[in-house]
Structures are given as C-alpha cells and as structure tokens.
C-alpha cells in the first residue's frame, strides 16, 4: 500500500490534519487510527438512543485565548455555549465536615462548550475526509526508514498486518505513546525519544463521573452545579447540562466531575463501588434529588489501553512545557514530525494544542518538500 503522508492516530489533531491536508491539494495520504472509532481523547456519551451527548474526555475551550481552535469552530458550522456557572459553589473543605455553601464565581476567560458534545468536532472534520483515506483498527506498531521511503507497519484486531509505503510521517497521538507502543528503526535519537517518553499524556491519569438527571434541580435551589471537596472521592464537580436551558425530559439535564482517587486506587475499589460513591456524594451536597439518577457512567481513562501508558498513571497537576516534535539530524529528519497536542507550543495538551501542533507540523512538511 502506498501513500506520500501517514498520519498516525485519529484523533482531533490526525483528522484536523487530514483536513488540512485535502485543503492543500494533497489527497495522498493515509490517516490510521487504531481503535475502534475516531476522536481519541473527545469521547461523548449518550443517556438514552438519540438522546443528548455529554462529553467524557475534554469538555470546554476557551476562545478568547484559542482563537485559532474558535474559528474552526465557526469554519465548521457549529454551535457554541458558555458552560453554565450563575449560582452557588458548594464546598467540603475535608472528610466529615459539612458541605458549605459559598458565593459562585465566574471564569475569565468563559469557558466555552459545544452543542452535542466535543464529538461534533470530530464528526464534522470527519465527514469532510474522503473515506478510503480513513482505517480504523489499525494499530501502528513499528515504523522502518529505509533509503527509498518509510514502511508504516500497522495491525488490526485479527493481527494481520498491512505495510504502508510512505514519504513522510505525521504522529499525531502523544508523545509518550509514541515512544512507548511503536518500534522505530533506526531508533529515534536518544535525547528525541527520552523527551518524548517523559512527557505525560494529558488526561491519562484522570477519571470522569457523569450523572444525567430528569431536570437540573440545582438550578432550582440558586446553586451552579459547581463545587469542590476534600472529601471526595469527587475533586471537582460541573454542571453538564446541554445547551444552557433547564433539562427537559430529553435527559439534557446532568453534573459531572473529577475523581479524584489514584488510577491504583480506583481499580481496587471498582466501578460499582465508585459509581455508588460518587452518586453518594452528589447527595450530601445537592439533596435527596441527587440520588434520582436516570443514567451514570464512569470514564477512567488511566484504564484505557490507547490513552494511558504505565507511566502515565500518576496525575501530573499542571500542563508543560512541549518536547521537540522532530528529529533535527539523521534518517528522521525531515520525515517524521509529531503533530499531536502534546507537542504544541502555545497550547500543550489542550483541544487548541491539537490544531496548533498540526498546523505547524504540516506548514514544516510543506516546506520541507517545495521545490
């Protein structure tokens, strides 16, 4: 199988990149994703068939200091709204103390979300892709430069393998997983690859708890939805509800939060355990309405085989600084970039880290190959 370009990983950056790519006038490349489904990270759920969606991975951006990621936004088609936070914060400042209530605040920048989830991104980028170029269940699983191109060699769930023939290669998944679930020969330079593995993943330690609920009853009683605890086993706690209306029958009404328990820890305890907790939770600080949960579900991306790597299991509490996307001497360079969020150099792990790492991988690959 030949192609000019393969880009590795079917997330927001691999299908901004294949966009972009169409846009550009070249069609000859491969896009591999290798899992199930597109989107990575951006995963939403539904409380009911057809219902609405609610995010699991990633759920705000900010437009005010992500522009670039706004205005493909508005490119696309697609509605936005300010994630809802009028009302009152409640607080469980430690294990046993009482919930408290306390003056809700506003973020600046306002957070921003999007209307059936951060899925709608990846379905519209999607549907603008020519499909022959899109495969899922391909999983990568070594990379060969050789003098006369570059053999992607990817496996499907059967372990058949397929080898793709290409000039020129985008990562876009992070770096970690990059360094630590592909095969590269000649091997990366070992200063590349170091970076590249001691770089966390954003959100792979991480676990979310979603509860969808018949109406937002919180609104009701003057709270946000919003609160935070020393208690737990939720850290941090959101309202989100669809849209900014009140719920409706439709399920658009629900709260969700941070867990947070270790990744070790929450697989000891179990997810029935943990759903029963968090649920629990929700009660002390909302009331008895809390315990009418239409739906829950738990996300626990540290559990999540093309997400987490062992090392990724700890939480790292700030975002940081991005490691080299490329090779600058030996059979690399010039061949392979990472365009993942992870590599950008404004947004790192953010959704904007994504179209920025992108954009400029792909301006570089440009360069590289004008006459």
């Given at each position: 199988m030949n192609a000019r370009i393969a880009i590795i990983g079917g997330g927001l950056a691999g299908l901004f990149a294949a966009w972009r790519l169409q846009e550009r006038g070249c069609d000859d490349f491969v896009l591999l994703e290798?899992?199930?489904?597109?989107?990575?990270?951006?995963?939403?759920?539904?409380?009911?068939?057809?219902?609405?969606?609610?995010?699991?991975?990633?759920?705000?951006?900010?437009?005010?200091?992500?522009?670039?990621?706004?205005?493909?936004?508005?490119?696309?088609?697609?509605?936005?709204?300010?994630?809802?936070?009028?009302?009152?914060?409640?607080?469980?400042?430690?294990?046993?103390?009482?919930?408290?209530?306390?003056?809700?605040?506003?973020?600046?920048?306002?957070?921003?979300?999007?209307?059936?989830?951060?899925?709608?991104?990846?379905?519209?980028?999607?549907?603008?892709?020519?499909?022959?170029?899109?495969?899922?269940?391909?999983?990568?699983?070594?990379?060969?430069?050789?003098?006369?191109?570059?053999?992607?060699?990817?496996?499907?769930?059967?372990?058949?393998?397929?080898?793709?023939?290409?000039?020129?290669?985008?990562?876009?998944l992070p770096p970690r997983l990059a360094a630590t679930t592909i095969e590269f020969q000649p091997a990366l330079p070992d200063a590349l690859a170091d970076a590249w593995r001691a770089t966390p993943t954003w959100m792979a330690p991480h676990a979310k708890y979603l509860a969808v609920y018949p109406r937002a009853f919180w609104r009701e009683h003057g709270l946000s939805g919003e609160a935070r605890s020393g208690s737990g086993p939720l850290a941090e706690i959101h309202d989100a509800s669809t849209r900014d209306g009140e719920g409706d029958a439709d399920g658009e009404a629900a709260l969700f939060g941070f867990i947070g328990i270790p990744a070790d820890v929450r697989a000891h305890i179990g997810e029935a355990a943990l759903l029963a907790a968090c649920r629990a939770q929700l009660v002390r600080l909302f009331g008895k309405e809390a315990s009418d949960v239409r739906f829950e579900t738990i996300k626990d991306w540290a559990a999540t085989r093309l997400t987490a790597t062992a090392a990724d299991r700890l939480a790292t509490p700030h975002h940081w600084s991005a490691p080299d996307n490329a090779a600058t001497s030996g059979v690399w360079q010039g061949h392979l970039v990472g365009s993942g969020s992870e590599w950008s150099l404004r947004y790192p792990g953010y959704l904007a880290g994504a179209i920025d790492a992108t954009q400029t991988a792909i301006d570089a690959l440009f360069t590289e190959t004008s006459p």
């Open positions: 290798a899992g199930a489904r597109f989107g990575g990270r951006i995963e939403t759920v539904s409380a009911q068939t057809g219902g609405a969606r609610f995010d699991l991975g990633p759920t705000w951006f900010w437009p005010e200091i992500q522009p670039e990621l706004d205005r493909l936004v508005h490119e696309l088609g697609l509605e936005r709204f300010a994630q809802h936070e009028r009302g009152d914060t409640m607080i469980e400042r430690s294990p046993g103390s009482p919930p408290a209530r306390v003056r809700g605040y506003a973020g600046a920048p306002a957070a921003m979300r999007l209307a059936g989830g951060m899925s709608a991104l990846i379905d519209a980028l999607r549907s603008r892709i020519a499909p022959q170029r899109l495969h899922c269940d391909q999983r990568v699983t070594r990379i060969d430069a050789l003098a006369d191109g570059i053999d992607v060699h990817a496996q499907d769930a059967q372990q058949r393998v397929t080898t793709w023939r290409v000039a020129r290669v985008l990562l876009a």
